[in-house]
């Protein structure tokens, strides 16, 4: 009997854990695991802004993170997916000489969990001179660009988000001695319960943030940005966190995609338009409670990939699929180093009053941003191992197949998740 083939792009937060956990569920005879990913290190994404002022993250090279789970890495740049004749183009990264420079991979099951980069939102100069924090390679650029910039230079966040407030906060911390400055397009924190708020505020003026609310920049130069309004606000850097855009890979696909390229999904995370693919992550449109999509982090897409996981391995074994719902519990923002807010949540992810701030908040958001690495290198979070048999269905080519469809459970219609990673 040959093995079924799942194949999971991306190692990020999603594809990772998504992998270590088929890998638990699934027996190692039935099924063959690759994990592709572009870069041989697990990118701890969430700390980008810390990277960026120069704080050294710990190296977690995926090969040891996924030893001994079964689960095959491929160090490769994932450049077409062919949906109809199951194939997935890559070209690996394993330098000269080292094979062929284009490898086609065929699967019986697609895992897609490409994450996302940073959105300029087209506004003029920002893709040639604002830098961002989506990822690494973004990352450091910045960080280079912040030391080499002398006392008293002006430092631009625009993006009144979570991203840019962690950024703000962590540069304003990590150099007192620049002028750092918000940009936001409404209140600073609006959504924020009023206990939050105020605490953002308070951090944010202790650290001499100059803050520009209700304020759109319309284009970015090289020492300033300019506003709809006319005005310029000096910035010898400036950094752009106004959302994250998916790679137009998925829209390349016959795969059914929104306007900006997110693969749209059912409640099990499967694709509508293709059942034998899944996506989780950034890269997924699903909806989530109160009928509002799952927005693009790991507080929803950890046990977003948990859930697919889980369906899949259901589906693939003839078992009783999952019936799990993705909820939210809180958003948690470092302030820098020492500061911190834990703003709770209703389950569709509108502030409540109760929030946790100062330097426990800063705790707990560091014990979280751990726990979301420990998790991908502990993808069943100490759930016990439960490999089950695929159930032989061959096929004319002797694959083994899904069998028939298990009974949909009532109300499935968010994802999943039992607690877990809140970033
Ligand atoms: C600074 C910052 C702070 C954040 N803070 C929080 C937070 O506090 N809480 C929260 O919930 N979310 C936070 N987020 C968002 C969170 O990081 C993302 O939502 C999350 O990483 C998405 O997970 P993912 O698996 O979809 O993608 P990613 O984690 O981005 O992983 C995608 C993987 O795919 C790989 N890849 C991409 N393209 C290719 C290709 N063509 N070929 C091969 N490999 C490829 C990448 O190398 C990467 O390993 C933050 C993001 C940033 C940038």
């Known amino acids: 009997m040959q093995q079924h083939r799942i194949i999971v792009l991306g190692a990020g937060y999603t594809g990772a854990v998504a992998a270590g956990r088929l890998a638990r569920r699934l027996h190692r005879d039935d099924v063959a695991i690759t994990l592709v990913n572009a870069e041989p290190d697990f990118v701890e994404r969430v700390r980008m802004h810390q990277l960026a002022v120069g704080q050294d993250l710990r190296t977690r090279p995926l090969r ?27 070209e690996p990264n394993g330098g000269a000489g080292a094979g062929p420079a284009v490898e086609h991979l065929p699967y019986d099951t697609l895992v897609y969990a490409l994450g996302s980069g940073w959105d300029d939102q087209g506004v003029p100069g920002a893709a040639e001179h604002a830098h961002q924090i989506a990822s690494r390679p973004g990352a450091l650029r910045l960080r280079e660009r912040l030391a080499a910039l002398d006392a008293g230079q002006p430092v631009v966040v625009v993006g009144g988000g ?9 540069i304003a911390e990590a150099r007192p001695d620049l002028a750092v400055a918000l940009v936001a397009r409404g209140g600073l924190g609006d959504w924020l319960s009023e206990k939050g708020r105020g605490h953002l505020r308070k951090v944010v003026d202790g650290l001499g943030v100059t803050v520009h609310e209700q304020t759109v920049v319309t284009r970015v130069g090289a020492d300033r940005v300019t506003t709809e309004d006319g005005r310029g606000i000096p910035a010898a850097v400036t950094v752009w966190t106004t959302g994250f855009a998916v790679h137009p890979l998925a829209r390349a696909t016959a795969l059914e995609t929104t306007g ?6 059912d409640g099990s995370m499967r694709s509508v338009s293709h059942p034998d693919v ?27 990939a948990w859930h697919a996981a889980d369906v899949i391995a259901a589906r693939l074994t003839g078992g009783k699929l999952p019936d799990s719902k993705i909820r939210y519990y809180n958003q948690c923002v470092s302030l820098g180093r020492s500061e911190g807010l834990i703003q709770y949540v209703t389950a569709d992810d509108r502030s409540v009053g109760a929030a946790l701030t100062g330097r426990l908040a800063a705790f707990y958001k560091e014990l979280v941003c751990r ?53």
């Open 278 to 304: 899944y996506v989780v992550g950034d890269a997924a449109m699903a909806m989530g409670p109160g009928d509002k999509p799952l927005r693009m982090s790991c507080a929803s897409g950890t046990p977003a």
């Open 162 to 170: 979570l991203t840019g407030l962690e950024a703000v906060t962590e």
């Open 64 to 90: 040891e993170m996924l030893a001994g789970t079964g689960v095959g890495l491929k160090l490769a740049t994932v450049t077409g997916v062919d949906v109809e004749g199951r194939t997935v183009t890559v």
């Open 260 to 265: 900006g390229g997110r693969i749209v999904v």
């Open 371 to 423: 726990g979301a690495a420990w998790g991908v290198a502990h993808p069943t979070l100490g759930v016990p191992v439960r490999r089950r048999r695929v159930v032989a269905e061959r096929t004319g080519t002797g694959r083994v197949t899904e069998p028939a469809e298990p009974a949909e459970p009532a109300g499935s219609a968010g994802a999943a998740g039992a607690g877990g990673a809140q970033v």
